[in-house]
C-alpha cells in the first residue's frame, strides 16, 4: 500500500511542484488543452499545424544565434580586461535579433488569428490574458518559482529599507 501511495503522489506531482515535461500536468498538454478549448475544425487544425511548422523553421536558427552571442556575451565578460567596444556591439547584435524575432512572433499571431473564426479569436485572446495573469507567461516558465526563489544569495527585491 504504501509504494501505492508512493507512485500515486509521484504521478499527481504538478509541474509547480517540480514536475516537468509534456506529460498529463507537464506544459506541452497545457498547450494542448488551450488549443482544444478553441474547437478547431480539422482544416484549422492542418493549418495551425502549417503554421507552427514553418514559424519553428523560421525562429531556431534566430534563437540558435541569439544564444550564439550570449555565449559570446559570457565569455567577454569573463576576460579580465573586459573590451567594451566588443560588449556593446554584441548588445546591438542581441537587440537587432531580439527585435527581429518579435515582429516574426507577432506576425505569427496574426496569420493563427486569420485562421480562427471570431469566437474563437475571442477564447485565444482570453485564453492568453489568463496566462499572462494566472502563472503561465514568464512566472510558469520557471516552474512556478516566485520572484528570486531558487537564487541561494539573492537580495529579496521588495526589501524594506526603512
Same mark, same amino acid.
Given at each position: ?43 484549422? =487544425?492542418? $493549418? ?11 525562429? @531556431?536558427? /534566430?534563437? +540558435?544565434? #541569439? ?12 576576460? =579580465?580586461? $573586459? ?11 542581441? @537587440?537587432? /535579433?531580439? +527585435?527581429? #524575432? ?61
Amino acid at each position: 500500500m504504501i509504494a501505492a501511495f508512493m507512485v500515486t503522489g509521484l504521478n499527481a506531482q504538478s509541474p509547480r511542484q517540480g514536475g516537468r515535461g509534456s506529460g498529463p500536468s507537464g506544459q506541452g498538454s497545457e498547450r494542448k488543452a488551450g488549443i482544444m478549448a478553441l474547437d478547431l475544425t480539422q482544416e484549422q =487544425e492542418e $493549418a495551425m499545424t502549417t503554421l507552427r511548422t514553418e514559424n519553428h523553421k523560421t525562429m @531556431t536558427p /534566430l534563437k +540558435n544565434k #541569439m544564444a550564439e552571442l550570449k555565449a559570446k556575451e559570457r565569455t567577454l565578460l569573463s576576460e =579580465e580586461s $573586459a573590451d567594451m567596444k566588443a560588449i556593446n556591439k554584441l548588445i546591438d547584435d542581441q @537587440t537587432d /535579433l531580439m +527585435n527581429q #524575432m518579435r515582429k516574426i512572433q507577432v506576425a505569427h499571431k496574426i496569420e493563427v488569428k486569420k485562421i480562427l473564426s471570431d469566437e474563437q479569436i475571442m477564447k485565444f485572446d482570453q485564453r492568453r490574458k489568463f496566462s499572462r495573469n494566472k502563472g503561465y507567461g514568464a512566472q510558469g516558465r520557471h516552474h512556478g518559482k516566485g520572484m528570486h526563489q531558487g537564487r541561494r544569495n539573492a537580495r529579496p527585491y521588495h526589501r524594506n529599507l526603512g
